[in-house]
């Protein structure tokens, strides 16, 4: 007996669905891209129930005769390939002809379409696989599919379709993706007969960004254009460093007017923003790549989201250049070199594009400067700095921009320090001061007090002294051990039980302690974090919820997806201390916030909210939805680096800290605390 059959049409077309039919939202991305390649300019879209009870899709495009409806659902049939030559060359979004036969498979499908010169539309209606019903009916010139009843025939693909808000969130995500993809075309969403998204065509990529985002994510675009011959055309937006976020969910990219997931063009978009955007936060992109069709291979998946690229790295070098001209353009980097004189702050602050770039010590002093001196001027002693060197720190030339805390001060990290005020941290009128040794500085500021311009004849007469010479930093301070694989993160119960005590701060970042097993470093950032996390979960349980009216309610337009997560969010929202109203549309209004989150950050915080919490989180616990928002907020009201903080403040954020839930890990799983026993010191030192 023969063990290999061949699968019936229908069993093979259900095998197929699951690989193309994975959710709602991918029936709706077919009949979208089968849509506008029929040369559709208005689209309507009406989905009820996450479109388990009804998907459709009408457009006025071509349509079909009577045969091509028929023949559309047969498997692999298709009007898009003909040759195999078609194949390296596509240019349509769709060309399998797997679709129409795979949802038909597996829903209840009606079709009605109809050309211009037809005297009548053509109605077919499919079951399961199984052809119903073929007649005439009435329609203008197009074609109107729906889709009812997904997976009715398949239990086992039903019963793992997510909740109502998760498929609701994709489908508004797909529609949003190709409305940004054609401009010139109208369309309209509908959700349980409730309007989420109605653009009209418009006449470019930024103004249908305006028409789905509004008008505050416009001001802050920057226009991309670039490539490379051959290679790539870029072109597009993307959005200024003020604007992130902490996923990339606010990223759009399209391949010859595909939408594509692809991580070539996420790693040259985030290598584009490299020194400008820090650790774990993305730009808002939308990013159109032309790139010829004997380049691109498209037929790697079945949902067509993923495309290989002949040349990769290439292709990704030249988004990279494309991103960083945008930025250029805009005056965030800079082609220039700094002048050896100029302040010092981070890489992105002098516009170098990698670390080769930076200066070396030598160019850190400036010209006149570099001269002999006498080592006996310099003092290195645990104390406050000279007035000379607090007036370097404070306003001279060569101060770093980290320092500067007068009018360069961020409002920022002002409306962080209150957040830490009102969080009950220590506050009076005298702040003990807590200096850094900042040896950079130090040489710098002693330099230009012992050495006055010299002039040609000065510097004919001199006798140098090699002994006292001091052309660069690596004669001052020789090169040193590294201990970077000393400090370890330590678990709750290795933390001693004597108090623990700050002594200093480190690059007003990272508190510097001491207790009776070594020396301890403290991200004060992520410890303010786990600190307001615990306080806003306990508060949000025993309902004692302390809110701060904001005098104009914030107003915030939504995206369609956003909408969509909104919804399912609003409750645990207004358990934390927001104050929410929803107003026309997408626009929500925000009238209070939680006490200890400044007003600045609203806006980006519920657009992380929104942003983050979706996709299978929606059916997660609802436990873990509270979490993940205190989390967000947390870490917005939370203190940030490159902030001075008071000997005081520091000592109540480690006290604080130590009667929290799990002090040595902030509530995305990061470690607060590092430590560096008297035992790894002595070994560092060859004492042991």
């Known amino acids: 007996m ?49 479109g388990r009870r009804l998907m459709r899709v009408s457009d006025d495009g071509e349509g079909m005769a009577r045969d091509d409806a028929i023949l559309a659902f047969e498997r692999h049939a298709t009007s898009k390939i003909k040759s195999l030559e078609d194949l390296s060359k596509i240019q349509t979004l769709g060309f399998r002809g797997e679709a129409l036969a795979s949802i038909a498979s597996v829903a209840k499908v009606e079709l009605v379409t109809k050309t211009a010169d037809a005297e009548a539309a053509t109605r077919v209606f499919i079951e399961g696989g199984r052809l119903v019903d073929v007649k005439d009916s009435a329609r203008s010139a197009g074609t109107t599919i729906t889709v009812r009843e997904l997976f009715f025939n398949t239990p086992a693909r039903r019963k793992f379709m997510r909740s109502e808000a998760t498929e609701n969130y994709h489908l508004t995500n797909i529609v949003t993706h190709y409305a940004l993809a054609n401009p010139k075309i109208a369309l309209t969403l509908t959700n349980n007969g409730r309007e989420i998204l109605r653009v009209s065509p418009a006449a470019d990529l930024r103004e249908r960004a305006y028409q789905i985002f509004g008008a505050q994510m416009i001001e802050s675009l920057l226009k991309v254009e670039g490539g490379r011959e051959f290679v790539a055309r870029v072109s597009g937006f993307v959005s200024a460093p003020r604007e992130r976020r902490s996923t990339r969910d606010g990223q759009y990219f399209f391949i010859n007017g595909r939408f594509v997931r692809d991580k070539i063009i996420a790693g040259g978009l985030l290598e584009g923003f490299r020194s400008v955007l820090p650790h774990g936060v993305y730009p808002v992109a939308f990013l159109f790549l032309d790139i010829p069709f004997e380049e691109l291979d498209v037929n790697v998946h079945p949902a067509k989201t993923e495309v290989r690229f002949r040349r990769s790295e290439a292709v990704k070098e030249t988004i990279s250049e494309a991103i960083r001209g945008a930025l250029r353009n805009a005056g965030i980097l800079s082609d220039a070199k700094p002048r050896a004189d100029s302040g010092f702050g981070t890489t992105a602050d002098l516009g170098f594009e990698n670390q080769d770039q930076k200066p070396n010590a030598e160019d850190r002093l400036p010209e006149q400067n570099k001269i002999e001196f006498q080592i006996s001027d310099f003092k290195f002693q645990n104390a406050a700095p000279s007035e000379a060197a607090k007036t370097n720190q404070t306003g ?71 002994k006292y010479q001091i052309p660069n930093r690596e004669a001052v301070l020789p090169p040193t051990d590294s201990a970077a694989k000393i400090p370890k993160a330590i678990e709750p119960e290795n933390l001693s039980s004597a108090k623990i005590r700050p002594v200093s701060q480190l690059h007003d970042s990272f508190i510097i302690a001491v207790d009776n097993e070594g020396l301890l470093l403290i991200d004060q950032h992520v ?96 436990e873990n939805l ?63």
């Open 2 to 50: 023969n063990k290999i059959k061949i699968l019936p049409d229908n069993l093979a077309n259900q095998i197929a669905a699951g690989e193309v039919v994975e959710r709602p939202a991918s029936v709706v991305k077919e009949l979208l891209e089968n849509a506008l390649d029929a040369g559709a300019k208005r689209l309507q879209i009406d989905i009820e129930l996450g």
């Open 396 to 466: 001279g030339q060569n101060q770093s921009p980290k320092n500067r805390t007068g009018e360069n001060e961020s409002r920022e990290n002002r409306l962080s320090e209150n957040a830490l005020e009102q969080t009950g941290a220590p506050f009076g009128e005298f702040e003990t001061a807590v200096y850094s040794n900042d040896f950079e500085t130090e040489v710098q500021t002693r330099l230009g007090e012992i050495s006055p311009r010299k002039t040609e004849t000065d510097e004919q007469n001199e006798i140098p002294n090699p």
């Open 527 to 622: 410890a303010h974090e786990r600190i307001l996390f615990d306080k806003f979960r306990r508060a949000e349980t025993m309902r004692k919820i302390e809110s701060q009216n904001l005098l104009l309610p914030e107003t915030i337009d939504l995206t369609p997806a956003q909408a969509a997560a909104f919804d399912l969010v609003e409750t645990e929202l207004e358990n934390l201390g927001f104050a929410l109203m929803k107003l026309s549309g997408r626009t929500i209004a925000v009238k209070a916030v939680p006490t200890d989150l400044p007003a600045s950050e609203v806006r980006n915080l519920l657009a992380e909210i929104l942003d983050t919490v979706e996709r299978e989180k929606f059916g997660g616990a609802r």
């Open 626 to 688: 509270r979490d993940r928002i205190a989390a967000s907020l947390a870490c917005k009201a939370a203190v940030k680096i490159n902030m001075k903080l008071t000997a005081e403040k520091m000592q109540w954020l480690i006290d604080k800290l130590l009667v929290t839930s799990s002090p040595t890990t902030c509530p995305h799983g990061r470690p607060v605390i590092l430590r560096l026993t008297m035992k790894d010191i002595e070994r560092g030192f060859h004492r042991t």
